[in-house]
């Protein structure tokens, strides 16, 4: 099946500083989305992002198709933003494929 | 705002037990998702459903079965629990449209099931 790839694995901030998030995938893919899973567990859809760039408040993502990455770059972090980020990607069968996540931690 | 909703957060079952998990969701979508969450392996698909009365296996569908009776409900089975079972299952919807099957996912709160 297709593999996806996200670093780093974990990641420390202070608060108000900037990141990047990556995820790199193995084969063309039709379906690309970002997601943020809160310290209750719950997994919050950020973007739904198979190809372009697209910004939502101090989030903001792009997608390249062609060159198989996407990246997630969080602007002036805040404490709820610690949690984990997961990719996940689908080549069209239904199966989303998800990457094992970027735990960030914000600190105050 | 989509809902979906698990009907536990907390569940505690014994080896053999027959266990149903059910989600519900609010937005008329057509496709709706099983997962599971272990640490380690991240989320994994069980099983999924692109319409009323269908059902797909996903990549770990061993020892599942799913119910798809009516657009808004997909039921998660366990036939006999085992202590392997023992996990989060997570349920999410997304809607079809005419560029894409499969559009953003959205989540349930989950359910920690525990088998003892």
């Known amino acids: 099946g297709i593999q996806v790839e996200q670093s780093p694995p974990d990641l420390i901030l202070q608060e108000g500083a900037n990141s990047t998030l990556r995820c790199n995938f193995s084969?063309?893919?039709?379906?690309l989305q970002w997601f943020h899973q809160n310290p209750w567990g719950q997994l919050i859809n950020l973007f739904y992002?198979?190809?372009g760039t697209k910004q939502n408040g101090r989030l903001s993502a792009t997608t390249v198709a062609t060159e198989r990455y996407s990246l997630l770059y969080i602007s002036s972090s805040q404490t709820t933003d610690s949690g984990v980020y997961f990719c996940?990607?689908?080549?069209?069968?239904?199966?989303?494929?998800f990457g094992a996540g970027t735990t960030v931690t914000v600190r105050a | 705002d989509v809902k979906v909703t698990q009907s536990s957060r907390y569940l505690v079952k014994r080896t053999g037990e027959k266990v149903f998990l059910e989600c519900v969701q609010d937005?008329?979508?057509?496709?709706m998702f099983w997962y599971r969450q272990d640490p380690g392996l991240g989320l994994r698909l069980i099983y999924f459903?692109?319409?009323?009365?269908?059902?797909e296996k996903g990549d770990i569908p061993e020892g599942y079965s799913v119910s798809r009776e009516k657009k808004e409900r997909f039921s998660l089975i366990l036939e006999s629990a085992s202590t392997n079972q023992t996990s989060m299952y997570l349920c999410?919807?997304?809607?079809?449209?005419?560029?894409?099957?499969?559009?953003?996912?959205?989540f349930g709160s989950g359910t920690q099931l525990s088998v003892l």
């Open positions: 937005m008329d979508h057509e496709n």
């Open positions: 084969d063309s893919v039709n379906n």
């Open positions: 459903s692109y319409d009323v009365k269908m059902k």
């Open positions: 992002i198979p190809s």
């Open positions: 996940a990607v689908e080549r069209g069968d239904y199966k989303l494929s």
């Open positions: 999410a919807s997304s809607i079809r449209t005419a560029s894409a099957s499969n559009e953003k996912l959205f």
